[in-house]
Each structure stands twice: as C-alpha cells, then as structure tokens.
C-alpha cells in the first residue's frame, strides 16, 4: 500500500507566556505538547488518533494541516513536506476542525461555494459540487439559512461539506462528533464510512473507544505527547492480558481480599482503584460465583459487578493506568 | 501569489460589505456629519470660529473619517476572528501565502476608506454654513493621496488588530484612538503649533496628521500646511512600518 500521509519523528515545544506576574519574566516555560512521535497512513485508510484531552492529537492534525510549524520532524502529504510548501500541501488536505468556525457572514451554501472559490474552483463546479454535497448530508432546505440558525449536529455537517468542496486527497477530522446527539453523531460515523468506501484516505481524532474502534482500520493510542501503542482495534485489544474485564464494585476491600484473588489461577492480573476492583480473566473462566463468594468471606459489601470483553478504552487503561477521560 | 484565491477572498469580503451597507453609512457618517454641523455651522453662527476654520476644518474631518473607515473595516472584523470565532481559518487554509490573507485586508480597508472620503466631501458642502471652497484642481495629487491615506489607515488597522485581544478594545478606543484623534491636526493646522513646540515636535509621531496635513495641501491650499515632501515621506514611512508590523502580528497569530 502506498502511504498517503507520513510523519516523522514529529515534536512541537510550545513556549507559554507565564501571564502577568509583575515580576520580570524567568526563564520561558515550554510544554511539549507532541514529543517525536512517527507513523504512516495508507491510501484509503481511516487512522485514529485516540487520547485523552491533552495527548497532543490537536496539534498533531494543526501541524499536518500547516498551521502549525513543527519544533522538529517533518510531516508529508503525498510526499509534500507540510512544513516546506504548505501552499502546495493544501491543495490536498481538508480539515473539520473541532471548534466551529463556519463564516456568518456568508450563508449556508456560500460557506461552500466561497471555500471552493478561493481553491480556484470554476463557478460552475463550484454550484454543482455543492448542491450534491448538501443534498448527500441533507441540507439542501437549509442551503440560504443563516449559520447562527442551526444546530450542533447541522454546523458539523456543513463543515464536513465545505471540507469536501476542494476534492481533497486527506479529510482530517478533530473530534467531529464531540457534544454531538447520538442521532447526528451515527450519521456522521456513517457519511465518514461512505467516503472512505469511495477511496478517500481519513484521518480522526477522537476520545470516543467507540468511535475509533467503530470507523477505524488502525489506531494510535496516544498520551502525553507520545504514540503509545499503534494497531488495529482487534490487535489492540488483544493486548489486554486473558480477554475478559470484571469489574467489581465494592463498598470496602482489603489487602487480603486482593491477595485472594489474585492467586486465582485464571485471574491474570487485579487493578484496585477506588471503590473498585478490575480483573483481567482468562477468556470463559466461569469465575463470577468463586468471586463473590471470596467478597462475602472476607465481609465485603459487593455493590455491582460488570463482566465485559475489552473495549479501546480498557486497552488505553490498560497501557496508562487511567481513563480516557477524567 | 495565487491571484484566483486573492480575488475570491477580495469578492468575499465585498459582498458582505455590500451587505452591511446601511451599517457602514452610518458608522462612517454620523460621526463626521455632527462633528461639520458642530464646528462649522453652530459654533460658526456663534460666531466663536472664523470664516476661514472651515477651510481647516473640513480636510481633518475627511481625514478622520477616511481613517476611521479603513481602520474599523480591517481591526474590528480582525479582532473577532482571531480572537474568537476563529472563522478566518477557512481562508488560512486555502492554497494562498499567509501573508497575502492580511494583504487583502489592507486592499478592502483602503476601499472603504475612500469610499468614506468620497461620501464626506458633499456633506461637508452640505452642513457648513455658508458651504465651503474647495480646490479639486489639483485631482492627481488628490487621488494619490486618498490611495496612501487608504493604505495607512488599514494597515495601522491590520497592526491594531493582530495584536489586540477581544476583551481590550473597549481600552483600544480610549488609549489608541482618542489620542490620535486628537493630536492629529484634525481641528487645526499643524503650522499653528509653533506657539506649543513640544507639541510640534509630538504630533509627528501621528499618522493622521499626514493624512490631515495632506488633504489640507490638495484641497484647501490655501491654508498653511506642512510642506508636500514631509507629509509623503510621513505618510509613506507609516505605510511601511504599519504593514510590516501587521503582517507579523497576523502571521503569530494564525501560525503557531
């Protein structure tokens, strides 16, 4: 497969202004908000980027986009440094950003036409592309509305459409279906779906374990700047030692109780967290009765139990020793 | 460059400045209207100014008015966008220079600001009793002027804007633009400092007394004005200082 999208050894060094303290400035701080990370995406893939708010994902999808300049590392899109032609790099890429940013003063289908125009679209293209694109994400009744008149789920699919006008070669997609109503957010998954079907390459970050797991061929799992982990969903989770995640609630344990537990052949690993106690089991171990049998010998209050098969975000637990979003 | 994406920008913004046409009359013109029947008519009746004030007055007020228009088309509309709506990143990323989307900016601002100038000069005949006599003669100069007077204006706008955080322009008017105009020769001549030079001297650091001396000398000729080669190289000096400022505001603050 042909990469599409390369990333080498990429690192952003924000430098932060420490405000006004009063006092003269002290050596700059800096944040490393994406530390030498590198990967490759094929031609007709959808990549994810999942992490916590933080990771670096949003910087990531800036510097791949141009806006912002890398510290160190080069990104390339169909082999175009970002960094060195952004102009040529643009003709390729299209960004839905995470914070709407659509342009009120224009109405709906000039958001688009307008964005095809200033990629150098003739007039009639321009028309044409943009009744189809608002017909495919039924829009087309609100073509000559105003932008402030319209709900979440409606400004992100007219930026997915405005996206689309140029013909991009890269969508890249920052967490598109944030704050998003479960309705809106599958029909987005879907249209997002639709496009990869008709051989656009997509790259999304996302939060969401469903999401990525759902839409994406491969996923890097990252945090604090850094890829942790880079898979298929399926691969991913069979990262998650013995298969199977239980997770008992209780109002009291002890060390006791853990070390109990814990020398259950079957149990391959337990996780005390508060209020909680997370067990990696092997795959059909049977093991719930014996488990809560061991809570009430040891006089525990059992207050729920929860048996499931990993998800992306026990993966992400897994590798960090915290939740994706707290 | 990329002149498609430049002129698309360029339509853009003229449409919605066609739209917002009765704002724009308004915010351009009550201002200086008030200000000519204030100065030029009341006060005149009153006999507190002289007859030939208003030869002073009128190339001031156009010169505000002409700055004001060009500034307020780029700074506020700038401010916004960078600062809180962040719609103008749609246009950064279409497949033109960064620096070319600020460049527009200071080519629509000049746009409006002449546009402004050419709507105050038949209210001033208007509102001034007694009208007032103005030398549209000299028409190249005049032209010339309009244009660098066009481009200071948006470009101090643009230098304003690319720096000014959302929550500071209500400061922006006190500390930027009542200063300006004031000490911008707008009410009277910049020759009649001679009895406050330090103030002489102050003033030069205003962009609006070029542009007042300016008009001054292309059409009220008559007055005493500073000498054509000085209000050039003024004008000219605030051009190149004002978008080279500018243009590295705006490329901080879309370019990380």
């Known amino acids: ?326 | 460059m990329n002149l498609k994406t430049f002129l698309a920008l360029m339509r853009r913004d003229t449409l919605v400045a066609l739209r917002d046409i009765t704002s724009f009359m308004v915010r351009t013109l009550v201002q200086p209207m008030f200000l000519l029947f204030i100065f030029g008519n009341v006060m005149m009746r009153m006999s507190l100014v002289t007859g030939g004030f208003k030869e002073i007055l009128v190339p001031g007020v156009t010169a505000l008015t002409m700055l004001f228009a060009g500034m307020q088309a780029v700074t506020l509309p700038l401010v916004l966008d960078l600062g809180y709506t962040k719609e103008i990143e749609d246009r950064v990323l279409s497949p033109i220079g960064v620096h070319f989307i600020a460049v527009e900016k200071i080519v629509m601002g000049t746009a409006h600001s002449i546009v402004s100038g050419l709507l105050v000069l038949p209210l001033a005949k208007v509102m001034l009793h007694g009208g007032v006599s103005l030398n549209l003669h000299q028409w190249e100069l005049t032209i010339a002027l309009a244009i660098l007077i066009g481009l200071v204006s948006s470009s101090l706008g643009l230098t304003i804007g690319s720096y000014i955080k959302p929550e500071k322009v209500g400061l922006m008017f006190s500390l930027i633009v009542a200063p300006i105009i004031f000490f911008g020769c707008t009410y009277y001549p910049w020759e009649a400092l001679y009895r406050i030079p330090w103030m002489k001297r102050l003033v030069l650091i205003n962009p609006l007394v070029y542009m007042a001396e300016g008009l001054r000398a292309a059409i009220t000729p008559a007055v005493p004005h500073m000498p054509l080669h000085w209000i050039l190289v003024g004008l000219t000096v605030s051009l190149i200082l004002f978008t080279w400022v500018g243009l590295a505001g705006f490329y901080r603050r879309v370019i990380d």
């Not at chain 1, 300049?69 to 299209?94: H, M, S």
């Not at chain 1, 995470?98 to 095809?116: C, G, I, P, W, Y």
């Not at chain 1, 399926?234 to 537990?261: F, Q, R």
């Open chain 1, 1 to 326: 497969m042909t990469p599409i999208l390369e990333v080498r050894n990429l690192k952003k060094v924000f430098s932060i202004n420490s405000g006004r303290t009063g006092k003269k400035s002290t050596a700059p701080k800096t944040v490393t908000a994406v530390d030498g990370i590198s990967f490759t995406v094929n031609e007709g893939e959808i990549f994810g980027l999942l992490g916590p708010n933080g990771a670096g994902k949003t910087t990531t999808i800036g510097i791949l986009t141009t806006r912002i300049i890398p510290t160190e590392g080069n990104g390339f899109v169909a082999g175009i440094d970002v960094a060195r032609e952004p102009i040529r790099a643009k003709r390729l890429i299209a960004i839905v950003p995470q914070k709407m940013n659509l342009d009120h003063s224009l109405k709906v289908r000039e958001n688009l036409t307008f964005h095809a125009a200033y990629f150098g679209l003739p007039k009639k293209v321009r028309e044409e592309r943009a009744d189809e694109l608002l017909e495919w994400l039924q829009l087309k009744d609100r073509a000559n509305d105003r932008i402030d008149r319209l709900s979440g789920g409606m400004t992100q699919r007219i930026m997915i459409a405005r996206a689309l006008m140029h013909d991009p070669k890269i969508l890249f997609l920052d967490e598109a279906t944030v704050g998003l109503d479960p309705q809106s957010r599958l029909m987005i998954w879907e249209k997002i779906k639709d496009l990869n079907q008709k051989g656009l390459s997509i790259i999304l970050t996302t939060h969401h374990m469903e999401e990525a797991d759902k839409l994406c061929h491969r996923v890097a799992v990252m945090d604090h700047g850094k890829i942790i982990a880079l898979d298929t969903p399926e691969n991913l989770k069979k990262m998650i030692p013995g298969g199977e995640v239980i997770e008992m609630h209780l109002a009291s344990s002890d060390g006791s109780l853990l070390a109990t537990m814990e020398a259950i052949p079957e149990v391959q690993r337990v996780e005390p967290l508060d209020g909680m106690v997370r067990l990696y089991v092997a795959p059909g171990s049977k093991l719930l009765t014996r488990l809560v049998s061991i809570v009430e010998d040891h006089q525990c209050e059992l207050l729920d139990v929860r048996v499931s098969h990993p998800t992306l975000e026990n993966v992400f637990i897994f590798l960090t020793g915290k939740g994706l979003r707290e």
